[in-house]
């Protein structure tokens, strides 16, 4: 059984899932990509044998012939096209961020809730990158003893000029923002922004780099460098420490080591994370394909990203730590904090001293 696919962007990273699905992914039949660069679209679609090309992104959710839904575009347009398919009653797989805003993603979970299913998967791949499950592993097993605090460290060779500073934070730091969730099973409850000495080959208006840190419920203080324009390589690093020890993300990121070593270094992320967006692609369409709940991030999970990554951007220009506001309870579950129901802003977190 196959499943019929629209692939909404065929930027870099659409047309690089367009090349899997088409190329190894069980099941996928890509339908029509579309692009608001038509030339670039149809390009994609002759490579790939793709029949379908335009430039309308809802045209193609709607479509009869369109079972399921890759979004893949520009940030900004996500929200619209995840809805377009979450009322279509469509899956939708959606690269990350799930939406550039806390509110645009609370709709989205809202309307999902109403269609009764489970119907949005978000990209947050590094779930499912072999070295980040290794780290998660170890925490789990507990040789660590208690998550304390992690280091992280996202860097990019180079990133466009129209690259701003809260896409820093929306399009980068989102993955650490996830993976604190992820990794630690804590919500992010307090977040500050540092703004150290601009990196000269950064566009005149891009503070670059950024350090981002983020503190947990149970007290886990995480810094992340961000930093987009080091020159050398796609540089992704994440050292997890716990009360009796240490794990961390080799690099080059061959797997999870007690010893670093300084060997490899990924041109890319597309590179880098080759493998994670082979294997979540791949479950996401079997899931499409045999009717069942797709097990990977969930709308709920770009929410809770989105509050935080809310918070950092509110946070530019600010001193010390700021609170995170309260995250709306999801289905079937209490808040963050045990509470049962929604937490109005502000009487939630003591904020704590500035981090630095
Ligand atoms: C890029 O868009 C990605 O999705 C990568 O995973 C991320 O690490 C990189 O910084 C982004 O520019």
Known sequence: MSVALAVIGTGVIGTDHVRRLHRQVPGADVAVVTDIDLDLARAVAATYGVPEAHTDGFAAIRSAQVDAVVVASSAASHAELVLAAVEAGKPVFCEKPLATTAEACLRIVTAEAAAGRRLVQVGFMRRYDEAYRGLKRTLDSGDLGAALLAHCVHRNPA???????????NEA????????RWLLGEEIT????????????????LQDPMLVWLRTTGGVVVDVEVNVNVGYGYDIRTELVGERGGAWLSVGNAGVSSVGTAAWVPATWLERFRAAYDAELTEWVRAVVTGTDPQGPTAYDGYAA??????????FGRDGWHPVPPLHPQEGRSGRHGRPSFIPQGGVHEPGPAPY
């Open 190 to 205: 307090d977040v500050s922004v540092v703004w150290p000495r601009r990196n000269g080959h950064a566009a005149a208006t």
């Open 306 to 315: 989105a509050v935080v990554a809310d918070a950092c951007v509110a946070a």
């Open 159 to 169: 990133v466009p000029g129209s690259f701003t500073n809260e896409m820093m934070i």
């Open 173 to 180: 730091a989102i993955h650490e923002i996830d993976l604190v």
